[in-house]
């Protein structure tokens, strides 16, 4: 699971630095960036944590029957599938009317045009990746997680290789609003769907292998479809109650960058923010989704069957395992994050670079408390609690919100800033309320091994961070920092960092590391041997 979430994100943050290249970070970059998220938030919220949050409980209740479920999971799928179809042709046809809403009023008027045409290609992504989350749930609630997670990289290859098909017909992706032509739209935004559309189709095959066979079967009462629904409605609660912020986060950071435009500065605004978001994401997908992916099943089963005891100790062991790189990963982003935009975004300038660095800083200190939310969520999802999860949902979007009107006061360079202070702060705060509110539920959460953990992490991180520091701070007097020293930098900083953040984890007799490690370190021996 790991490995496929890695090569997805790695190829991810390829095709990223190639749109960021290739588009840059003015009107065509803004538009494509703005067309491009739509979908991804038009399908939140009609189904996205839907359907995320309900099937694997579902199907695990529904192994029970005397056909497997079967039927149970075929009405499920119809039921979602029709849904999905329905909202993409009315999202496409909104397409004007979703950009304007989501791209602030000061955006130029030739670059809101630009996006329109773009959300129109882009907005049929709505039921595909649909239909990637409904087949990856059944094979997630069998037990099959990798495909799942390798899927996405077919999608990164084809957008890639449309992105290297572009540069090499010579056209220029910075180019005027109004010079953009068919083939280039196609090329940037056709393939981009295109590749959404390989995504979902490529787990036809992993499900045959383990002999499901799809078929519509209509007619909803009676099959048990009613704690599922009941579900499924707070959960949109909280997708829309979030995706309500996302307007407010999109609107503010396209400010930012109409304002930039207009002063001739650098802003940090809607593309510094997504790439940002797009660097947070990487640890937080490879090591948290991947490890409560997997946990989820589990808490479900052990939800279904009353087993809290058992619940509780998968929840310890999904607060500690993350922790091992993401409080690492807090320090080192924080230390490193102006290298590490210099050295991943070559195609852009330093001034560019830098204002995504701001803005991951801003998000990266939050990452820990992003990833216990995550946590949390899914322990009550497990038992079919998704009213707890809206009102944790609706403290997130208040704070988050409050930030991001605040940043408006802002200069342009420092909107997207603001964005990522509140997104961490909104997070934290919601976590350790769902703490409380877990405990409630489950009585004692046994945290203090957590606790005592992440302690001996903090410290092993902040002696990382001193010797990673002062290293920095000769290779810089040494190297200077253009962009090849920046990148050996990087790397000679990040593997010393690595190195003696784990020697004094391990002498702090963090078991964890060996746990985290052990299996990666074994297939790398064996393969070796």
Same mark, same amino acid.
């Given at each position: 699971?790991?490995?496929?979430?890695?090569?997805?994100?790695?190829?991810?943050?390829?095709?990223?630095? /190639?749109?960021?290249?290739?588009?840059?970070?003015?009107?065509?970059?803004?538009?494509?960036?703005?067309?491009?998220?739509?979908?991804?938030?038009?399908?939140?919220?009609?189904?996205?944590?839907?359907?995320?949050?309900?099937?694997?409980?579902?199907?695990?209740?529904?192994?029970?029957?005397?056909?497997?479920?079967?039927?149970?999971?075929?009405?499920?799928?119809?039921?979602?599938?029709?849904?999905?179809?329905?909202?993409?042709?009315?999202?496409?046809?909104a397409a004007p009317l979703l950009v304007?809403?989501?791209?602030?009023?000061?955006?130029?008027s030739n670059g809101i045009t630009l996006c329109v045409i773009f959300a129109f290609i882009c907005?049929?992504?709505?039921?595909?990746?649909?239909?990637?989350?409904?087949?990856?749930?059944?094979?997630?609630?069998?037990?099959?997680?990798?495909?799942?997670?390798?899927?996405?990289?077919?999608?990164?290859v084809v957008a890639i290789a449309g992105l290297v098909v572009f540069v090499?017909?010579?056209l220029h992706g910075r180019a005027a609003p109004d010079q953009w032509t068919p083939e280039m739209f196609v090329l940037i935004a056709g393939v981009a769907t295109l590749g959404i559309v390989a995504q979902a189709l490529v787990l036809l095959w992993p499900l045959r292998r383990i002999g499901f066979r799809y078929r519509p079967v209509w007619g909803f009462r009676g099959v048990? /479809?009613?704690?599922?629904?009941?579900?499924?409605?707070?959960?949109?609660?909280?997708?829309?109650?979030?995706?309500?912020?996302?307007?407010?986060?999109?609107?503010?950071?396209?400010?930012?960058?109409?304002?930039?435009?207009?002063?001739?500065?650098?802003?940090?605004?809607?593309?510094?923010?997504?790439?940002?978001?797009?660097?947070?994401?990487?640890?937080?997908?490879?090591?948290?989704?991947?490890?409560?992916?997997?946990l989820f099943t589990r808490l479900s089963y052990a939800a279904h069957q009353g087993r809290s005891r058992d619940v509780v100790h998968d929840f310890g062991q999904g607060l500690r395992l993350p922790a091992v790189v993401l409080i690492p990963v807090t320090f080192a982003g924080a230390l490193l994050a102006p290298w590490a935009t210099n050295a991943i975004f070559l195609g852009n300038t330093i001034s560019e670079t830098d204002a995504m660095a701001h803005v991951m800083t801003a998000m990266v200190i939050g990452i820990v408390p992003y990833g216990w939310l995550y946590l949390i969520q899914r322990v009550f999802y497990a038992y079919?609690?998704?009213?707890?999860?809206?009102?944790?949902?609706?403290?997130v979007t208040v704070l988050a919100t409050a930030a991001n009107l605040a940043s408006f006061t802002l200069p342009p360079q420092w909107v997207g800033v603001g964005v990522g202070v509140g997104q961490t702060v909104s997070n934290l705060v919601a976590a350790l309320l769902g703490f409380v509110l877990l405990r409630r539920r489950l009585g004692a959460l046994h945290?203090?091994?957590?606790?005592?953990?992440?302690?001996?992490?903090?410290?092993?991180?902040?002696?990382?961070?001193?010797?990673?520091?002062?290293?920095?701070? /000769?290779?810089?007097?040494?190297?200077?920092?253009?962009?090849?020293?920046?990148?050996?930098t990087l790397f000679a900083v990040a593997a010393v960092f690595a190195v003696v953040t784990l020697v004094v984890a391990a002498r702090l007799r963090v078991r964890e590391v060996h746990e985290v490690l052990g299996p990666l370190l074994g297939r790398v021996g064996s393969r070796a041997a």
């Open positions: 699971m790991a490995a496929g979430t890695l090569a997805s994100r790695v190829l991810g943050m390829v095709r990223g630095v /190639l749109v960021t290249g290739v588009l840059g970070t003015g009107l065509s970059g803004v538009a494509f960036g703005v067309a491009n998220t739509l979908p991804n938030s038009f399908y939140l919220l009609i189904a996205g944590g839907v359907l995320n949050a309900v099937l694997v409980p579902q199907i695990a209740k529904a192994a029970s029957h005397d056909d497997g479920g079967e039927n149970f999971v075929n009405r499920l799928l119809t039921l979602a599938l029709t849904v999905m179809a329905s909202a993409t042709v009315l999202a496409t046809l304007r809403l989501y791209a602030s009023a000061k955006f130029p907005l049929p992504q709505i039921f595909f990746y649909g239909l990637y989350t409904v087949l990856g749930q059944v094979l997630n609630a069998r037990g099959q997680f990798a495909a799942y997670m390798w899927a996405p990289a077919v999608a990164n090499a017909r010579g048990g /479809l009613g704690s599922a629904s009941r579900v499924a409605g707070w959960t949109f609660a909280a997708i829309a109650v979030s995706q309500l912020g996302y307007i407010v986060t999109s609107r503010a950071v396209t400010y930012a960058d109409g304002q930039a435009h207009a002063q001739g500065v650098q802003g940090a605004g809607q593309v510094a923010y997504a790439n940002a978001f797009l660097l947070f994401m990487l640890p937080h997908s490879l090591v948290t989704v991947s490890l409560v992916t997997a079919e609690d998704a009213r707890t999860p809206f009102w944790l949902q609706v403290v945290l203090g091994p957590a606790v005592q953990q992440n302690l001996r992490l903090v410290v092993a991180s902040v002696a990382g961070t001193v010797v990673g520091g002062a290293l920095l701070l /000769l290779l810089r007097q040494v190297l200077g920092t253009g962009r090849i020293s920046v990148i050996i």
